[in-house]
């Protein structure tokens, strides 16, 4: 599966220039609003010090990371869900991604003229919760009739329609849909509807250099990942040898792209499990909690369908011991079947019937 996350923000928050140096890719980080109209597209390798370490004991011809698609969406302002500053394009730009991750101006900077004028990160949230809010609202409204003409002729869809008009009430009060205390069954019910408050959200401050290893406070009651899209940048443009020692000059632990990774996949509940054949090592994403033949599937649908058995060996244990017959001959790989869940890290070589 592939982790697709759509980038927001007001115009000049920075959300360009820090797509530019997420994604290596060139877009216009030009300094005024909609300069972004289409999304851009970038696709980068996942962070993950663990792939190199197990291809180096596997040496394959080749090496193949999980990737995360990240998805530059053009700036929203107020009144994006009635068409303001070509916002339902915008808005139906975010309805095609796993997550949203709003960028929120905190740097200070003169050159870099703000939407509204001032730097205010509580007012730039507020903007665009409230845009998605009342675009959720217009689509649970429009949806609501028809339902409920339905559930006159079908009792089964009552619960749908008591669910539809909870999430129109929480909406109608200017809260995310996602608010909404809900169970599996009940998200399922409502997932036809492309609610964009549904969506998983992280929020990034596009901080100042000097504030860039500083925790920054809470947005709208969700954890914050400080991030410098102007430190960013300079890591791009630097070889991979330099970058560490410049994130330690820095005060830096990480880059913002593994912060941001490694955040995404705690928000979705994902994690990665590792293939080693003679010609690649490859890194593959599956929720946490996936049984061996789910994570079968990830590769092919003929490995879940055909599944016979999968090898496992924990990480830790391919590392330290050297290899899978290395692991074998210490009783460290397991034969285990459709049912077991595969952990976070696990080196797997399935077995299937064609």
């Given amino acids: ?14 959300k360009s220039t820090l797509f530019t140096a997420l994604t290596g890719t060139a877009v216009d980080a030009s300094n005024y609003p909609f300069c972004t109209v289409d999304p851009n597209v970038g696709v980068v390798p996942v962070p993950d010090d663990r792939l190199e370490r197990v291809a180096a004991i596997a040496r394959p011809a080749k090496v193949t990371p999980a990737v995360v698609e990240f998805v530059d969406i053009a700036g929203l302002v107020a009144g994006a869900s009635e068409g303001e500053g070509l916002g339902n394009r915008f808005l139906s730009h975010i309805r095609e991604t796993d997550a949203v991750c709003e960028v929120v101006r905190f740097f200070e900077d003169p050159d870099v003229a703000h939407v509204t ?13 409230a845009e998605l809010v009342l675009a959720d609202l217009g689509t649970v409204e429009r949806v609501l009739p028809k339902l409920e003409k339905e559930a006159r002729a079908d009792k089964g869809l009552a619960p749908k329609l008591e669910l539809v008009e909870r999430v129109r009430d929480r909406l109608a009060a200017g809260d995310r849909a996602m608010r909404l205390r809900m169970t599996p069954d009940e998200r399922a019910l409502v997932a036809d509807l492309h609610l964009l408050t549904m969506k998983p959200l992280l929020f990034v401050a596009n901080v100042d250099e000097e504030h860039a290893g500083s925790e920054p406070p809470a947005i709208d009651g969700e954890p914050t990942i400080p991030i410098c899209a102007k430190i960013e940048a300079e890591l791009a443009e630097l070889e991979p040898g330099e970058r560490a020692e410049y994130l330690v000059s820095m005060g830096l632990t990480e880059s913002g792209l593994d912060s941001l990774v490694r955040a995404a996949y705690e928000l979705l509940g994902l994690q990665s499990y590792f293939t080693t054949l003679s010609d690649e090592v490859r890194a593959w994403t599956i929720p946490k909690g996936a049984t061996a033949r789910e994570a079968a599937g990830v590769i092919h649908t003929d490995f879940e369908e055909g599944f016979i058995k999968a090898e496992v060996v924990h990480y830790d244990d391919y590392v330290v011991l050297g290899g899978d017959h290395e692991a074998r001959a210490a009783g460290k790989l397991r034969v285990e079947g459709k049912e077991h869940v595969i952990e976070d890290g696990d080196v797997v070589r399935f077995h299937f019937r064609t």
């Fill in 117 to 129: 004028g001032a730097v205010d990160p509580v007012a730039d949230v507020e903007t665009i919760r």
């Fill in 1 to 14: 599966m592939g982790l697709s996350i759509g980038i927001v923000g007001l115009p000049n928050v920075g």
